[in-house]
């Protein structure tokens, strides 16, 4: 898939709110959890596998992504464990595409 279509068929899929799901149009999202996180950073490894990552303030919280690889199929990773106005990265494995992006209070 060529990158300007992966970056495409991310934002569609972030573009849907609620559910713990971010969307990229809304800087700061607000979830029932009361969480307010910014825009998902999506992120290029050096080995060029992709990830994201996302702060919040609010609350402790964890990033996971769900991610995409062909003759696989869809999976998800969870970050690490971020305390208010920390950052969670998360990471997918070689050869898969970053499909969503979402938090979890923990």
Partial sequence: MRSHHRVAAVAASLALAGGGLLG????????????SCGTPRLLVGSAGHHGASVSCTGGAFTEFIDCY?????????????AVSGGTSTTWCDKGADVTAVGVSPS
């Fill in 24 to 35: 990229l149009a809304s800087p700061a999202a607000a979830s029932a959890s009361g969480l």
């Fill in 69 to 81: 690889k062909p003759g696989y199929g869809t999976y998800r990773h969870f970050g690490n464990r």
